[in-house]
């Protein structure tokens, strides 16, 4: 097999010789810079591909005039979709608590576990949609085929709230019946239906979520030069249309499940997920794609067995050739460009360690490419960062529920207006929506002073000022928590936690929603253009997967901490911290809790954010120590 060895820029030949710790650190370094390319390796992937992020139509061939697609117009039809997403899961998540308690005749403690387990499902299963996407499907295709099973979860909903049969009977059921648990129970094979379509639902937007942002940020053209900036004013809009569905999931959907029932209201969000699947499907001429590289999960897999292989194998040895990549500027991997080697996870360097052993044609179980494997060092210096927002996520589900249960107690009168209490979370959307209007006329600017930054603020950045911001939000959730509680309890309501304190507005909750809204703008937004930005090229949808699952793990650990706190706090002689009284149990202790855990959390954020660098400060740095070796390397005649 003929090979040829990558020369320095003075013509020097380059020979890797030590890169196992010893003194000789140059020569460590110099084979990090340096590799052999292979002329006629078969790799498991066919021939390889230039320009890796070359956009191509539905058919997969490349689009001559992309003028005529991509852009603005492309991503508005891409905001429609997630628009109505978003309607249906925040109004499924603020509804569906009420629902089992109202309707189903569950507890409120296990209602709200098991929308938190939808929610948290739902999310977390967002790995397998950014892995059919990148793997064979592509982002398109995986949209619209779990769009559909999206509206069909939908579908099964209304049904469930429309037909009699799916439900107890309603007989004989008024308030004081709930309360006493005297209600007819669900039958468990009505529970069982209510569990399956709710699940399909939630597997439907686990399809959906990591392909959503990223298929919009692939409409822009990564070569022009405005391109950053389109990236970062899509990724805020975007968001934006995440916030205008909870809104109107917040309000109108509320309204009409007060006015015409819970049938009208989940047909409403059924309604709206197939006109937004109609609109989905009309912008498909416009539309711009990425070409799905092969299974990641492969090739991650090839990595670590390559690098486990080859682990007795010494960075220094005679039988060394070289690190291995394909020639030229293709990659070996479809979708994706070549990437820079980097000194991170040096034993995963072992899977590229072209041997004499390995022969002229060596299985890719046994020998990878350079490229092949960065892309899995960069998966893995990405967890950290999503890892830190699974505790604002988990902050998020608990507002979800408990704080529904504190407005139950509170004055929600607006003038001769008397809000649901449902619709008490369209606050946090609310200050979303005038937070996002407001960036680039008045947080940019300033922030552009302070940080030097062109956009106000660096990705992490941002996801660190949603963290501490969060951290602000549950510590006041927990003071004025306090002062709720001993109000009830000073004026004779300690027993009656569904009846309003005439007295006590329930706008005081305004004050940790329109916190927990701003935490969720600067983290979200942030994560996700980070997310896209620094994940592996035919690795996208996996990288905003990052984000869905640190979401979904979030709603579970919700559910696990609320679980702990009822088991630890809780006994036959005193009510636990999370009491179905919310008068007689202590919220505020348990929002103190999560005020602690925030702080550490901030604290292990800094440190990660510390130590992170983006792939573009490493392509600077890599060319600088390129710089310095061709210094230090004698000339050779």
């Not at 292990?604 to 210094?631: D, P």
Request: net charge positive; proline share 4%; aromatic share 12%.
């Amino acid at each position: 097999m003929g090979t040829r060895e990558i020369k320095s820029p003075e013509g020097g030949l380059v020979t890797p010789a030590s890169l196992d710790g010893n003194p000789d650190s140059n020569h460590r370094k110099k084979l990090g810079l340096y590799f052999i390319e292979s002329d006629d390796r078969r790799t498991a992937f066919g021939r390889g591909y230039t320009g890796g992020t070359t956009p191509v139509n539905i058919h997969g061939k490349p689009i001559a005039d992309l003028s005529k697609t991509g852009g603005w117009i492309a991503a508005f039809f891409i905001f429609g979709n997630e628009m109505a997403e978003r309607m249906a899961y925040f109004g499924l998540s603020v509804n569906m608590v009420a629902f089992m308690f109202y309707v189903m005749h569950r507890p409120f403690s296990s209602s709200s576990n098991a929308v938190n387990n939808f929610l948290g499902i739902s999310q977390a299963s967002s790995v397998l949609g950014g892995f059919l996407a990148d793997a064979y499907l592509g982002r398109y295709r995986t949209i619209a085929i779990f769009t559909t099973i999206y509206l069909a979860g939908l579908t099964g909903i209304t049904l469930c709230a429309t037909m009699d049969i799916l439900a107890p009977k309603q007989d004989h059921c008024d308030q004081l019946a709930l309360l006493l648990g005297e209600c007819e129970p669900a039958k468990p094979w009505q529970m069982m239906y209510l569990y399956t379509v709710l699940y399909i639902t939630g597997f439907g937007a686990a399809g959906i979520r990591p392909c959503v942002s990223s298929f919009g940020a692939d409409q822009f053209d990564e070569r022009s030069k405005d391109y950053k900036s389109h990236l970062d004013r899509f990724f805020n809009f975007f968001y934006l249309s995440v916030t205008i569905g909870a809104i109107v999931a917040f309000t109108a959907v509320v309204y009409i499940q007060i006015k015409l029932g819970w049938g009208f209201a989940f047909g409403s969000l059924a309604l709206a997920m197939g006109i937004s699947n109609l609109v989905f499907f009309v912008g498909t001429p416009l539309y711009r794609h990425r070409l799905p590289g092969g299974s990641p999960l492969t090739r991650v897999a090839q990595v670590l067995v390559a690098a486990y292989r080859k682990r007795n194998a010494p960075f220094s040895s005679s039988e060394l050739i070289g690190l291995y990549e394909v020639p030229g500027k293709q990659s070996a991997i479809k979708g994706s460009g070549k990437i820079a080697h980097t000194n991170d996870f040096r034993c995963l360097d072992k899977a590229a360690l072209q041997l004499k052993e390995d022969g002229v044609d060596p299985s890719p179980w046994r020998l990878c490419t350079v490229t092949q494997v960065e892309e899995v060092k960069i998966l893995l210096k990405l967890i950290p960062i999503p890892a830190c927002t699974i505790m604002l996520s988990a902050v998020l589900t608990e507002y979800l529920t408990l704080s529904v249960q504190q407005a139950y107690t509170l004055n929600t009168h607006m003038g001769q207006l008397k809000l649901p209490v449902t619709c008490m979370p369209v606050f946090p959307g609310l200050s979303i929506f005038l937070i996002l209007s407001l960036y680039y006329s008045t947080f940019v600017p300033l922030s552009r002073r302070i940080t030097g930054h062109p956009h106000g603020a660096s990705q992490l950045q941002r996801v660190g000022i949603g963290l501490a911001v969060s951290i602000l939000s549950v510590a006041w959730a927990a003071i004025f928590e306090r002062y709720r509680r001993n109000y009830a309890i000073e004026h004779g309501y300690e027993g009656s936690f569904l009846s309003p304190m005439s007295d006590l507005s329930a706008f005081w909750l305004l004050i940790q929603y329109c916190l927990i809204g701003i935490a969720e703008v600067f983290c979200i937004v942030g994560l996700l253009e980070f997310l896209y930005e620094e994940a592996p090229d035919a690795m996208k949808s996996i990288g905003s997967a990052y984000a869905a699952l640190a979401g979904g793990l979030g709603c579970f650990a919700a559910s696990i901490l609320n679980s702990i706190i009822k088991s630890v706090t809780g006994s036959s002689e005193k009510p636990s911290w999370l009491s179905q009284n919310i008068n007689t149990g202590r919220f505020d202790y348990f929002y103190w809790l999560l005020t602690v855990l925030s702080v550490i959390n901030f604290c292990v954020f800094l440190y990660c954010a510390h130590r992170y660098k983006y792939r573009t400060e490493q392509g600077v740095e890599m060319e600088k120590q390129i710089l310095a070796n061709i210094k230090e390397q004698p000339l050779s005649g």
